[in-house]
Structure formats: structure tokens, C-alpha cells
């Protein structure tokens, strides 16, 4: 399951286990059945309680994964932002893609012979 975006407020009840809603409550049975789910949060700056809460989720046995693109792969688009972030939410459940030129994409490319990291 990837919930994205996701507001803090979305994510708090889930960490909490306050499921009012649908959404909440399916993210309660993934983690409760040990399940895959990856969490996009949205908002920025980040308070302690946020972090709080990202940590609480991630103990649990999420994966969060912030909504922040990387420009080593040189996006040439916004849409290039946007697969990129996509991207890193299905490497997150184990899902191929090629949405992203991944770091040892890169090296390639520009001829280095050393294996960057997968990114």
C-alpha cells in the first residue's frame, strides 16, 4: 500500500492507530498483517512531532518516503521530478521501473568504471 501524498495528520492517526477513516484503517491492517506500506509525506518543515511520528511508523515497519526529488540523474522536467519520486516509492515495495536513471545508470553513462550506489 502507498499512501501519497500524505498529510501529517494522515499519518499521526495511522502511527497512533486512530483509524476514523478508510484509508487509515486499511493502512492498520497492512501494518498489522506485516504488509508493505509506503508513506509520502507532503509537508514541510518538519516539527519533532512529525519526525515523531515518521519515526513511530517507520519502527512499525513502514517506509518513509519524502517527496524529494534528487538531481544527479538531471531531470529535464517536472515530470522527470515526479517519476523520480514515484520511483523511489515503488523501489520501496520491491516493484521494477524504469522511471529513473538509477546512480549506476549514471555512472554508465558518463563513463565512469566504478558502480555508483542504487539509489
Known sequence: ??????TMGT???????NSGNLLERCADVVLKERR?????PRETPLNEIHLENMLRLFR?????????PAYYHKPESVE????????????AL??????YRRW???DRAEGRGQKGYLV
Open 60 to 68: 512499525m515497519g513502514a517506509r518513509i518516503v519524502p517527496a524529494m
Open 104 to 106: 549506476e545508470d549514471v
Open 94 to 99: 520491491g516493484v521494477e521501473h524504469n522511471l
Open 80 to 91: 522527470d521530478l515526479v517519476n523520480f519520486v514515484v520511483g523511489k516509492a515503488l523501489d
Open 36 to 40: 508493505n506500506l509506503v508513506v509520502v
Open 11 to 17: 499519518l499521526s492517526r495511522i502511527a497512533c492507530g
Open 1 to 6: 500500500m502507498v499512501i501519497c501524498p500524505c
